[in-house]
């Protein structure tokens, strides 16, 4: 394998000229890796983590990262830390679905009618400055201690930053892609899906990382609260009852689990589809 040549335009030779390669080595290549690097990162969080534990010497506080992958791991083969956390993951899904698709129509609405902007622009000024979290006490009155419940303050959390970002995407197109689509005689949902959608993407998957982030903390907080959801508790009520019998290691190892999931979505799911549309289409690089 020959090692790998750039463009450094600020190294000149000895006869002053300047020399537009340069030759990486193996470990300068390797490094180069955004994966490598963030992996890099993970471990000296790790360390810090067990390190910091060991010096603090009490466990009811922090755990070292120890005991906490071997509650994790414990739990992950007893089944309850999987069970937990597909409970959490079928809310979530289902709210943010529904709240993706209010947003749409919202923002829909909102690129065709003055009327429609109008009423956006009013409901996020009145709306999303709400805590999701501070809704809850409303549906579980509305709703019961159930589902409902849930999915009410995931859909608030989801659709005005989705809502938020897509009109804001959708304000940005040029004219001149305007104007095309146009001269195609473009008109109301065709317009918008071959034209404002593809032009907008970046933005609109910006507010769709946003929105998904807002759901996975607002369920979390929200199971933290009430916990039990039709007889199932979700990865907050799995926090919330390790919390009480003191089983601290546990705890930690449902925090963690929450961030795993975080990373896996960003990293998987996000990152899949920026790789396959604005990446793929030059808009981002």
């Known amino acids: 394998m ?25 470990l300068e290549l390797f490094w180069s890796h955004g994966a490598v690097r963030k992996t890099f990162i993970l471990l000296a969080l790790a360390v810090i983590w067990e390190v910091y534990a060991r010096m603090l010497g009490n466990p009811l506080l922090f755990p070292t990262l120890t005991d906490t992958l071997i509650s994790l791991w414990s739990s992950v083969l007893n089944g309850v830390l999987f069970e937990r956390t597909w409970a959490s993951l079928k809310i979530l899904v289902l709210g943010y679905g529904v709240g993706v698709l209010l947003a749409s129509a919202l923002t829909i609405l909102a690129i065709n009618t003055r ?38 303050v995931l859909v608030h959390s989801v659709m005005w930053a989705v809502a938020l970002n897509t009109h804001s995407g959708f304000r940005s197109v040029s004219p001149t892609i305007r104007m095309v689509g146009r001269n195609y005689e473009l008109k109301g949902l065709r317009y918008v899906f071959k034209i404002l959608v593809p032009a907008a993407f970046p933005t609109i ?10 759901a996975w903390r607002t369920l979390i907080a929200a199971e933290l609260v009430f916990g039990v959801s ?9 926090i919330f009852e390790n919390r009480n019998i003191l089983d601290i290691p546990a705890v930690f190892a449902g925090l963690l689990m929450v961030i795993v999931i975080g990373l896996v979505i960003e990293n998987l799911i996000f990152k899949t589809i920026e790789r396959s549309t604005i990446q793929k289409w030059g808009v981002q690089y």
């Open 2 to 26: 020959q090692p790998t040549i750039i463009m450094r335009p600020d190294i000149p030779d000895a006869t002053g000229k300047v020399d537009l390669q340069v030759r990486l080595s193996g």
């Open 115 to 152: 009327l429609g902007t109008d009423l956006l622009e009013t409901l996020t000024a009145t709306f999303n400055p709400l805590p999701a979290i501070a809704l809850l006490p409303l549906a579980l009155i509305w709703f019961g201690l159930g589902i409902g419940s849930l999915v009410f």
């Open 205 to 214: 998957l910006t507010g769709l990382k946003i929105g998904w982030a807002f």
């Open 230 to 238: 039709s007889g199932q508790g979700g990865l907050g009520w799995y």
